[in-house]
């Protein structure tokens, strides 16, 4: 699934109408998760009939499309599978039992309830919700159009702190011929640097919170200090979401570049599964973690080794700075020291260094060791649920 986006252009009025359909999508949304706490044993097909009960008793309801209100019914269906899973495989800490939702930002329609206008440039919601027609603004290369109609599958209409935006999920594949360059890669993200390759390179960490934290701390205060509930409050919130909304774009805009450029110039990348929700609860270092962004960095590199047709590979992280690249003598040392000095065969190299060729070496055998057997590495698209939980739980903080 593609997802191309646009900026919305409208009138007041029309916003305003996108707000009340969020606040339907919410409702429902909610609505659902009532109905599945006042009575246990409550499946998806269940919410599903349900929204029809829903659009008779609440004409509200009514107004907002019926795949649109589907779609908010899996919504609650989503969190509420979510927990039975966190529940069945015995995750660690809490379980998150679904709860109501009270800032809801987005209305997701399927394939109906909307119509793109024959220019390519206008979408006309059609349900009735009263939004009406819409310019799309973005780049003029993006031509949403050139998909037939049947592959756009799903239009979600988003509102930021700058505006609403349209995303429309397009069912295509994006392949590139990848050029070979006979090159494996090792990668251990850092802090110091964004990340170590195994050939030594650094690639420098922008660090853009810590660049804009002065700013943003100063916006934080301006809402601190005016009067709870006053329009003043309102504004000063708005440019305090702005300015975040800043930070994150550019953290997402370099770890893609940065993921594009090394997927393109590698014909195998290794990289070291990290449990990111366990380490940021060293306090001293997660402001800096999710600074970093490891998590979406690396799946944009998963992204991109898809498209590319790259072997990605998670590596367990077990000792991979402590033991020696060279010899593989263990090595101990602590956070601070950033210098590998092997005791038994005399190796000095950077610590990260060390790491990224210990990351290497540890897919390399991994790899040779399924080729024997199954033919293709089994972990070769990099997918593990950790990664992929704390993404989740880093994006929500980064916004
Ligand atoms: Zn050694």
């Not at 609440?58 to 269906?77: G, V």
């Not at 101990?332 to 060390?354: A, E, M, P, Q, Y």
Request: one cysteine or more; aromatic letters at 8%; glycine letters at 6%.
């Amino acid at each position: 699934m593609l997802i191309f986006e646009y900026k919305l252009d409208g009138s007041r009025a029309q916003y305003a109408a996108m707000d009340e359909a969020i606040r339907i999508v919410q409702f429902i949304r909610n609505k659902c998760l009532r109905l599945w706490m006042d009575e246990r044993g409550i499946s998806k097909n269940d919410l599903q009939c349900y929204c029809s009960v829903l659009a008779k008793d609440y004409p509200i309801a009514t107004q907002l499309n019926s795949q649109a209100r589907q779609a908010s019914a899996d919504r609650a269906w989503f969190a509420i599978s979510r927990f039975y899973d966190n529940c069945k495989t015995h995750k660690p800490g809490k379980k998150g039992y679904p709860k109501f939702q009270h800032n809801n930002r987005s209305i997701e329609y399927k394939q109906t309830g909307w119509k793109l206008e024959p220019d390519g440039k206008h979408i006309t919601l059609t349900d009735g919700c009263d939004i009406g027609c819409l310019r799309l603004v973005g780049n003029p290369k993006q031509k949403i159009t050139a998909f037939p109609l049947d592959q756009i599958k799903r239009v979600r209409i988003v509102h930021r702190a700058d505006g609403y935006y349209v995303q429309f999920g397009v069912k295509a594949e994006r392949a590139i011929v990848h050029q070979p360059t006979g090159k494996q890669v090792g990668i251990d993200v850092g802090l110091k640097a964004y990340y170590t390759d195994s050939d030594g390179n650094t690639v420098d960490n922008p660090r853009q919170y810590r660049k804009a934290e002065r700013k943003l701390k100063r916006l934080q205060r301006q809402v601190s200090r005016k009067q709870k509930k006053s329009a003043n409050r309102k504004k000063a919130r708005k440019h305090l979401a702005r300015a975040h909304l800043q930070v994150q774009r550019q953290r997402e805009d370099f770890a893609r570049k940065t993921a594009s450029t090394l997927v393109s110039s590698h014909d195998l990348i290794a990289y070291e599964d990290l449990q990111i929700c366990n380490m940021v609860r060293n306090h001293h270092l997660a402001k800096s973690i999710h600074d970093a962004g490891w998590g979406t960095f690396l799946s944009w590199v998963k992204a991109y080794g898809v498209t590319h047709n790259v072997p990605i590979i998670a590596v367990a992280p077990h000792f991979t700075s402590q033991e020696c690249s060279a010899c593989g003598a263990l090595v101990k040392k602590s956070l601070s020291v950033r210098t590998h000095i092997c005791t038994s065969c005399g190796v000095v190299l950077d610590r990260d260094h060390n790491a990224a060729l210990n990351i290497l070496a540890k897919a390399l055998a991994c790899t040779l060791g399924h080729r024997e057997t199954s033919g293709s590495p089994e972990n070769a698209s990099g997918q593990t649920a950790s990664t992929r939980l704390s993404q989740r739980k880093m994006s929500k903080r980064a916004g």
